[in-house]
């Protein structure tokens, strides 16, 4: 709920894409005809809030259908485009009548900061939609059923970007393996001295360190093209070493090519 506290400011401030998020959450219970008009697209909805963000979350938003909303969505402004927050200003501060400005100043000695901020915000924010109304070019608002037939096409664009952020997670994953498995035949002897050591201890827990050290030299040996040396390296160890039938089985289950004199 932390998250979300920013929420109310940004409403206050005249931000409406919460307000448009909580549409979207009707859509998701299915409250909505498919000839419904949709409310004014606010802009900014492909860049939300981390606030916003929190709230599509909690309103568990499908994020194919926010995208497709999105669509018409204006990109807000840049503040380099718009110009600074006190040139924005200066035109309806000169136009605010004496009166009224007092009236904020003693909210202000009152100590109603918050207050006189919400209301000369709003009041601006009234006065430049009135001013720009007829320089804007407003989106045309979507049928429901308009904004549908584009979520297929995002859940396409979503689901191949997944796909190749998990086949580049597991490109990484085998990168990473195969230079594990090549560092062990660099130090073989080493790598079947410790298993040999494992072994010795004759515990459950000391076989199966031993045993995911003996799949991953078998993989490594797999790899070189090796899996005769595997096999002769095995024979010697359990030539001189532990035969307790947890530890065959362990092998035997495993399918290595490895069977016990009876």
């Known amino acids: 709920m932390t998250r979300l506290l920013p929420v109310r400011d940004e409403l206050l401030g005249g931000d409406a894409r919460p307000l448009y998020l909580g549409w979207l959450a009707r859509l998701g219970n299915d409250e909505l005809h498919d000839d419904e008009i949709e409310p004014p697209v606010p802009a900014g909805l492909q860049a939300l809030t981390p606030a916003q963000v929190a709230l599509a979350e909690f309103l568990m938003l499908d994020a194919d259908w926010l995208a497709a909303a ?12 718009s110009g600074s927050e006190d040139s924005r200003f200066d035109p309806w501060l000169r136009e605010l009548p004496a009166e009224e400005m007092r009236a904020k100043l003693r909210m202000l000695l009152q100590g109603r900061s918050r207050e006189a901020e919400r209301m000369l915000r709003n009041a601006f924010l009234k006065w430049d939609k009135g001013r720009n109304t007829k320089q804007l070019n407003l989106p045309r608002r979507r049928r429901i059923s308009e904004i549908e037939s584009r979520v297929a096409s995002h859940r396409a664009i979503r689901e191949k970007k997944e796909q190749e952020a998990r086949q580049a997670t597991e490109a990484r994953r085998r990168k990473v393996r195969t230079r594990y498995l090549t560092s062990l035949l660099e130090q073989e002897d080493t790598a079947w001295s410790s298993i040999d050591a494992q072994l010795r201890r004759t515990t459950g827990n000391a076989y199966d360190q031993a045993f995911q050290k003996l799949q991953d030299l078998a993989a490594a040996y797999e790899n070189a093209r090796r899996d005769a040396v595997f096999r002769r390296r095995l024979a010697q160890l359990m030539s001189s070493r532990d035969k307790r ?7 035997q289950k495993a399918g290595y090519l490895w069977q016990p004199k009876s």
Do not use: D, G, K, V
């Not at 999105?70 to 485009?81: D, K, T």
């Open 70 to 81: 999105a669509e018409a969505s204006p990109s807000l402004l840049a503040p380099e485009s």
């Open 245 to 251: 039938a947890a530890w065959l089985a362990r092998l």
